[in-house]
């Protein structure tokens, strides 16, 4: 049984990085991705301030929910000894390397307030992996003492 376990943590952690790369490498012009010539931020927290607000909650939530997937599967990969580190970390340099290959692409932006906000995500799924353990280790505990 846990070969499956196994295969489908493997699943949904490449299904969470083909729907990071979908959002982050391709063109939506309904969600306003895309849809203009792109450029580079490099001072933190200035795009969340300067677009409209329905974008600002667009580009802030999207880029958080994004990147909680991947949070929750590398805790779940990683073992506990400095898990909360390798889950920041890995997001940050997986934000950062979308972020330098994004520097390529005509009509997307590079910008320091996406990895901010990816690595956050990261970091809110690893919270939401926390609940997730503590729940299904308490159910073992008491299965154990009920047997």
Same mark, same amino acid.
């Given at each position: ?13 490449? /299904? ?13 012009? /309904?969600?306003?991705? #895309? ?8 001072? =933190?927290?200035?795009? %969340?301030?300067?677009? =409209? ?8 939530? #999207? ?5 909680? =997937? ?27 390397? %979308? ?6 692409? /005509? ?13 956050? #995500? /990261? ?25």
């Amino acid at each position: 049984m846990r070969i499956y376990k196994k295969k489908a943590l493997n699943i949904f952690l490449a /299904s969470s990085i083909l729907f990071i790369f979908y959002f982050t490498i391709f063109n939506h012009q /309904s969600l306003g991705i #895309g849809s203009n010539a792109g450029g580079i931020n490099l001072k =933190p927290l200035v795009t %969340i301030k300067m677009v =409209p607000f329905k974008e600002m909650i667009i580009n802030t939530l #999207g880029n958080l929910v994004l990147f909680v =997937p991947y949070g929750i599967c590398i805790s779940f990969k990683c073992k506990k000894q400095y898990r909360i580190f390798k889950v920041i970390i890995t997001g940050f340099l997986f934000s950062l390397t %979308i972020e330098v290959f994004q520097l390529f692409l /005509s009509k997307r932006w590079t910008d320091v307030d996406d990895i901010i906000l990816n690595t956050l #995500g /990261s970091f809110l799924g690893y919270l939401i992996f926390l609940i997730i353990d503590t729940r299904v280790n308490h159910k073992r505990k008491v299965n154990t003492i009920l047997e």
